[in-house]
């Protein structure tokens, strides 16, 4: 089992930024694959950004690329989501998850954490 909790959301005003946090426990973190997902009111769950067990390769949906910056510390056993540039349409809940293996689509994650909500206003 892989514990994630997920921090760092808040409102803030278009343009600005946020960092997201996601810390975990239990199997060893540096072995997962790390994601981040999101999903706004009424709309279904949808991929953010993807980072292997090394950090050495990273994948971003096409909305967030150049924007957002997903990192990992595996010895603080965290996942990081940088967040510039923010718009309203970015408003939604993110969620962090664990995937054994390299993975971009939300059902081939083992584990989530319970979500961080962020609002951003015009």
């Known amino acids: 089992q892989v514990q994630l909790v997920e921090s760092g959301g808040g409102l803030v005003q278009a343009g600005g930024s946020l960092r997201l946090s996601c810390a975990a426990s239990?199997?060893?973190?540096?072995?997962?694959?790390m994601g981040w997902f999101r999903q706004a009111p009424g709309k279904e769950r949808e991929f953010v950004a993807a980072i292997t067990w090394s950090g050495g390769r990273t994948y971003y949906a096409d909305s967030v690329k150049g924007r957002f910056t997903i990192s990992r510390d595996n010895a603080k056993e965290t996942v990081y989501l940088q967040m510039n540039s923010l718009k309203p349409e970015d408003t939604a809940v993110y969620y962090c998850?664990?995937?054994?293996?390299?993975?971009?689509?939300?059902?081939?994650?083992?584990?989530w954490g319970q979500g961080t909500q962020v609002t951003v206003s015009s």
């Open positions: 239990g199997r060893t973190f540096s072995r997962y694959a």
């Open positions: 998850a664990a995937a054994r293996l390299w993975a971009v689509r939300g059902t081939e994650y083992d584990y």
